[in-house]
């Protein structure tokens, strides 16, 4: 699998690093969830301010992307990576100083324009060494090594509640991207070879490619489809600690668990989606993940809505929803970055735009109507209806043969 690095131990720590970048973005939106609650008490603001700090975390997040793919496709990717996690670093000192619940928004806006690069350059990096299938394979196995992060990020969160005010989350994200930056010095090198980057063509000329992507059908749908069940991952983010502590009475230390319970849902799914894809095709398998979303988050909008089962008609519903979600996430790159393998810093910008506007949009919205679990079942409904449409849609315009690589 690893035939285009030295060994398979140095295969094993390329996985372990892009793993690592791509984890940045998680855990500093998890690691905060459980401060949530209390920021609001504290800043004396109500719950959807604290929630517009969240989604101006994935403006930052969409902004930073868009910005960095076409940069990546000219400079390559380790200029753009040390940039964006030294932004993240100050950022992130920022948010733990802040004094003021919309300096802590302007901060995580700033800290998640950082952010942005650890995922978009890791996915291009990807794209770089791999294609097809294996470019699946492999992704997933990045995603299943940075899906440790939202399983550990809250118990750490409230672990440093338990210690610490909350300004010991940011501190620790701070440590944690000086580290990223040490293993981006002593492990990773450039994938982009000079003779592949795109200086014949102004940057401007570079970004208005990001137009002749989205019109390819293809592309359009399989950014529609991913982005879209991100939709219905972030609303569950947005709404998570405000659901399992203030309407269910969970305590903050023990939040992380119920949280990490779902996010080693999707460990597991990812981790088996690494395995059938080369069996089954990313098609094949984004097509259940989709189905598998819709089912779900309409059972959950029928059991909150009717109060069946209470704490657990919640729970497992959302349990196996959120264990395709990483199986979305790593077929819909496959399937984007195998339609533009001339652009795959561009394409892998405009995914992580999609997905995080659409978590953008899916945060305020879960804000907007009130924050609690049936909000958030209903953002997940609209979101998995839009991404099956998506799908359909993708299946009708491009082939049904088996998927290439």
Known sequence: MATSLESRA?????????????????????????AMPGLARQ?????????????????GLAAGQLTYGPLSDRYGRLPILYFGLSLYLLASIACALSDSVGMLIVSRAVQGFGAAAGPVMSRAIVRDRFHGSKAASVMSFVVMV???????????????????AWQGIFWLLCFYSFLCLIALAVLLGESHAHERRTRDRSLGAQYLGYLSLLKRGPVALFLLCGGLMFGALFSYVAASSFVYIDQFGVDESLFGFYFGANVFA??????????????????ALLGVAVLNTLVCSFVLLATTFSGFGGFWGVAIPLFFLLSTVGVAGANTVAGLLDMAPDAAGAASALFGVVQFSCGAIATWLVGLLGGDAAAMAIVMCLASAGSTLAYILLRLLTSASADPG
């Open 10 to 34: 140095a295969y094993f720590v390329f996985i372990a690093v892009l793993g690592m970048l791509t984890a940045v973005a998680p855990l500093s939106i998890d690691m905060y969830l459980p």
């Open 43 to 59: 800043f004396d603001v109500d719950a959807a301010y604290v929630q517009y700090s969240l989604s101006l975390f994935f403006v």
């Open 146 to 164: 940075m899906a440790t992060a939202p399983l550990l990020a809250p118990i750490i969160g409230g672990l440093v509640l338990k210690l610490a």
């Open 266 to 283: 999707m460990l597991v799914g990812t981790a088996t989606n690494g395995r059938l894809v080369m069996y089954f095709g990313y098609r």
